[in-house]
């Protein structure tokens, strides 16, 4: 797999480059900088919408890099500088928000312009050196107030109401990400998907502007808004965030084309997924599974809820499930027991899973899911977006709404039985494969096992009939069937489960393939 920005994100992420959520003490008692702020503008939001539609009408054009002594430092020299967390932004004001900066440098060498808006007037945030610590073995660099950040990131009394932690990062393209109550970093969103899996390659817009509306003393929301700029188009972002139990974002969009777009994703999710029970024998590790998020939840224009299991095939694969005015989707993360993992520092039990709300009528199209083969965990290897079905032609407007909720589990109605773990494996006596797929409780299933109906089908191959079992690990069913696949190298496998004609559990999608 190479090394795409998508990838440089998640080799950030489990490297420490980006933030890791907790201290906000002021390391050394290195004295603190103070965040300058340039000359008062006037500020609307039709401004920003003006900017992007004057913006569109011209030729792209690539953003100044920073000096090359910034570009040179290695891994450890950038790792080691360090934003002070009593410069941050608002620290002395006693604000519910703060508001801290990244440097520029190594793999971020495009610098990001921030300003602060307050009364309907902006001021930009002045790139100082003296807001990091940076240590001995870091050369002297070159400090010039038009640098520029590579990113920032946004502390709230989320954990606890006497410190500030982090809760919200932007840096990179047009990626972020943030965590719920209680939650590490895991998946990131990102504001536009272009391309995505396409034989001539994938498009990564950019979010070169932000302005961070100021927040009031009494605010549980903090408003961020995002000029975004690429070769194929332009557009303004208006997050409203509010950290909690679920973090939610409302988002809001608009979009000017430079030219026509037949592949757009719309609320891009970017996540890892390396191996779970259904594909344990690829990787010699001692986890029992490693993955960000475990599977794409969706809630359909017509009511139903699809579970569609994730996978690392070892060829690209491309999922679209065609929809109309779809009513949520999501990648999310299951299993929340330590021991579903056993892993000590990456704490996947603790990662969010990102369930999307759309926000208006979104018409015809796919909720698309783009599986990566990877060999390793660094690498983001799983896409899901709203892939509208008409294409964007140049020069038009496009604008949408939508809800981003950071979350452990997706805020839908609990009516139907969840589907929690599923496991593969090879028959031991016979040909063929074994499905075990087990059910959380729900009690809207009826006691007696003989008043609920299997349904199991698949698009080739053979499958058994499946047997239900109560399973006294987790109170709730277990579906196990058999398949076989022939010569088939790909089979569509559905199951579900059903009382009186009607679902009493979420449809469960997978694709199997050869390995």
């Avoid at 300058?36 to 609307?44: E, N, P, V, Y």
């Avoid at 401004?47 to 569109?56: F, G, P, S, V, W």
């Avoid at 053979?462 to 696949?485: A, D, E, M, W």
Wanted: glycine letters at 8%; aromatic letters at 12%; hydrophobic letters at 35%.
């Amino acid at each position: 797999m190479s090394l795409t920005r998508r990838s440089v994100l998640a080799v950030l992420a489990s490297s420490g480059l980006l933030p890791v959520i907790g201290g906000n003490a002021l390391a050394d008692n290195v004295p603190a900088g103070k965040i300058k702020l340039g000359d008062k503008r006037a500020f609307s939001k039709d401004m920003l919408i003006n900017y992007a539609r004057e913006k569109a009408s011209k030729d792209y054009s690539e953003s100044g890099k920073i000096p090359k002594d910034w570009i040179d430092l290695t891994y450890d020299q950038y790792r080691g500088i360090n934003f002070k967390p009593e410069s941050a932004l608002w620290k002395k004001e006693n604000k519910p928000f703060e508001a801290e900066f990244f440097a520029p440098g190594l793999y971020f060498p495009i610098p990001i312009k921030v300003s602060v808006v307050e009364d309907e007037f902006t001021q930009p945030v002045l790139f100082a050196k003296d807001v990091f610590k940076i240590p001995d073995f870091v050369p002297k660099l070159s400090d010039d107030p038009s640098l520029g950040y590579s990113g920032f990131r946004l502390r709230a009394a989320i954990n606890d109401p006497e410190r500030k932690d982090e809760f919200v990062v932007f840096q990179g393209a047009s990626y972020f990400r943030a965590v719920a109550k209680g939650q590490s970093y895991g998946l990131s969103a990102r504001g536009l998907a272009l391309k995505t899996g396409d034989a001539a390659g994938e498009e990564f817009p950019n979010f070169r502007e932000f302005w961070i509306e100021k927040p009031k003393d009494s605010s549980n929301s903090i408003v961020v808004h995002a000029f975004m700029d690429s070769p194929s188009v332009t557009g303004i972002y208006s997050f409203t965030i509010t950290p909690g139990e679920n973090t939610e974002m409302d988002v809001e969009c608009t979009l000017f084309p430079r030219e026509e777009l037949d592949h757009v994703g719309i609320a891009a999710e970017t996540s890892m997924f390396l191996f779970d029970e259904t594909e344990r024998s690829r990787f010699d590790d001692f986890r029992q599974a490693v993955h960000d998020t475990d599977g794409l939840l969706i809630k359909n224009g017509a009511g139903e809820t699809l579970w569609r299991a994730l996978a690392n095939p070892t060829a690209l694969q491309i999922s679209s499930f065609v929809d109309e005015n779809p009513r949520g989707f999501g990648l999310l993360q299951r299993p929340r027991n330590f021991e579903d993992y056993s892993d000590l520092e990456a704490n996947y039990h603790k990662r969010p899973g990102l369930w999307v709300v759309p926000g208006e009528d979104w018409g015809k199209g796919a909720v698309t899911l783009v599986e990566i083969p990877a060999d390793k965990e660094i690498y983001d290897n799983i896409v899901a977006y709203w892939r509208p079905r008409e294409p964007m032609e140049k020069g038009s407007k496009h604008t949408f709404s939508y809800r981003l909720v950071w979350c452990n589990e997706a805020p839908v109605a609990q009516n139907l039985a969840r589907v929690i773990d599923s496991r593969m494996g090879k028959r031991v006596f016979e040909d063929g494969r074994l499905a075990n797929i087990d059910f959380a409780p729900n009690a809207n299933l009826p006691d007696n096992l003989d008043d609920i109906k299997i349904h199991v089908s698949s698009n080739g191959g053979s499958v058994s009939k499946g047997i239900l079992q109560r399973n006294p690990s987790t109170g709730g069913l277990r579906l196990s069937f058999t398949f076989s696949p022939g010569d088939r190298k790909l089979m569509e496998l559905r199951a579900q489960l059903m009382v009186d004609g009607k679902s009493a559990s979420e449809v469960w999608l997978y694709r199997w393939t050869t390995t």
